[in-house]
């Protein structure tokens, strides 16, 4: 099939490359010239693993174009995605569609025969509506369809996401459009893949509500943790017990810093603003988002409490910055909130990322970044392991350091207390009550 992605964020380019790699032609659109003429020699902008890789074959198998020509995509192409950014308003909770509904507008120019138009981008209830009115102010809406179908790809995991998705959810009352959606994602039905053809609307709901109960659950079990901290219980232990009562499930029940990344803060927000738009109080997300808000500066004071609030001058070694592993994502990570306030009340910090310098922390006083793990944490007085990198998994602090005092804040908890005790290290984790 022909298909073409707008938009070569993270949803436009992992989906047109694992598209491509299934056997379709597939044609990336992105008006930003300098990146399509890396991405056509195999540069890739984002930190996904096997992206790279997946890229260059498809390119060689010419399979994978990459275009900043839209008017030609849409006409070469029957299939096209709507792959484009909705970032939270801003001094708003609402979506900001300003980049969907433009392409909208440039879609309804370039319709030169039947088009299957489909919104991959995490979109409000109604947006398709919306995007059927635009198109059809030029077009007879015999000459187009618009469907909804949301992406369910986690950063770090996409390509894996892709090929053997839990279901495959697709939003059209249109007959002919949905089986060809079907025959398009078979090779992924065939492979165990759930395939749910709903309505538009209900679709577009679907993303936003899993987004919203996956980090409901976290906020859950951080508000847990507080209070195994408490009562002097291991939050492992209440993880686990939960975790395999088959109606809760054990994934996403890890105690941590506050989810971040490019989804769970603005989905959350988006259906809230939904809600009020609908008269309808989501009060329950209301909650997980004001809860959020608020992990990021409990972490802080928990940081100041190790050091007996003397902070200036102390030497902290952050491992990890971005908000999870596997990924170069820095949106709304702890670290944003955690080493700008650190920095402030005079903490000499160096921080070590697998991928690497970030500006977001170029402006601000005594912040260095170090290339290497044995940089970061020598000499350092107190390590705080911010993302659970494989590289942080099984350090000798004590050979690496080379400081008899040193402190550990683990916030992802990926060390034994006991074993930590033995070693003479003062530890310190999350939610252990140890």
């Known amino acids: 099939m022909k298909l073409c992605m707008i938009g070569t964020g993270y949803v436009g380019l992992v989906s047109g490359v694992c598209f491509s790699d299934l056997g379709n032609q597939v044609i990336c659109v992105d008006k930003d010239l300098a990146k399509i003429n890396k991405l056509k020699n195999g540069i890739i902008p984002i930190y996904e693993p096997g992206l790279e890789e997946l890229v260059k074959k498809n390119i060689k198998n010419k399979r994978l174009n990459f275009s900043n020509?839209?008017?030609?995509?849409?006409?070469?192409?029957?299939i096209i995605f709507i792959c484009v950014g909705t970032p939270t308003k801003r001094n708003s909770s609402n979506a900001d569609l300003k980049q969907i509904y433009n392409v909208a507008k440039e879609l309804s120019k370039s319709i030169n025969k039947f088009k299957i138009i489909i919104t991959k981008s995490t979109v409000p209830v109604t947006t398709g509506d919306t995007i059927e009115n635009i198109i059809s102010k030029k077009n007879s809406k015999k000459k187009f369809s618009v469907l909804s179908n949301p992406e369910f790809l986690r950063e770090g995991e996409a390509i894996r996401d892709f090929i053997y998705p839990d279901r495959i959810v697709v939003g059209s009352n249109d007959t002919k459009s949905n089986k060809i959606l079907k025959n398009l994602y078979s090779p992924l039905i065939a492979k165990?893949?759930?395939?749910?053809?709903?309505?538009?609307?209900?679709a577009e709901l679907i993303k936003y509500a899993s987004n919203a109960f996956l980090a409901t659950k976290i906020t859950f079990i951080n508000e847990i943790a507080n209070l195994c901290e408490k009562t002097n219980i291991n939050i492992d232990d209440i993880s686990i017990g939960m975790g395999l009562d088959q109606r809760i499930g054990g994934r996403f029940l890890r105690a941590g810093p506050a989810y971040g990344g490019s989804c769970f803060p603005k989905?959350?927000?988006?259906?809230?603003?939904?809600?009020?738009?609908?008269?309808?109080n989501l009060t329950v997300i209301k909650s997980v988002i004001k809860s959020n808000e608020d992990r990021s500066k409990l972490l802080l004071k928990r940081v100041y409490e190790i050091l007996n609030n003397k902070i200036k001058n102390k030497k902290i070694s952050f491992l990890?910055?971005?908000?999870?592993?596997?990924?170069?994502?820095?949106?709304?990570?702890?670290?944003?909130?955690m080493i700008p306030a650190l920095s402030k009340k005079g903490?000499?910090?160096?921080?070590?990322?697998?991928?690497?310098?970030?500006?977001?922390f170029?402006?601000?006083?005594?912040?260095?970044?170090?290339?290497?793990i044995i940089k970061c944490l020598y000499k350092a007085d107190l390590i705080i392991i911010?993302?659970?990198?494989?590289d942080f998994k099984s350090l000798d602090f004590k050979k690496l350091v080379k400081n008899k005092k040193i402190m550990i804040f683990d916030m992802r908890n990926l060390y034994s207390p006991k074993k930590m005790i033995k070693k003479n290290l003062k530890y310190f984790s999350v939610g252990r009550g140890l």
């Open 69 to 78: 020509n839209l008017k030609e995509s849409i006409k070469k192409s029957d």
């Open 347 to 360: 903490a000499l910090i160096r921080y070590y990322d697998p991928t690497g310098f970030k500006k977001e």
């Open 192 to 202: 165990g893949a759930n395939y749910l053809n709903t309505s538009r609307r209900a």
């Open 267 to 280: 989905d959350t927000k988006a259906i809230t603003s939904t809600g009020d738009n609908f008269k309808t």
């Open 362 to 372: 170029k402006k601000h006083k005594n912040v260095n970044y170090s290339d290497t």
């Open 386 to 390: 911010h993302t659970e990198w494989n």
């Open 320 to 337: 990890g910055v971005t908000f999870k592993a596997n990924t170069d994502d820095m949106r709304d990570s702890s670290s944003l909130k």
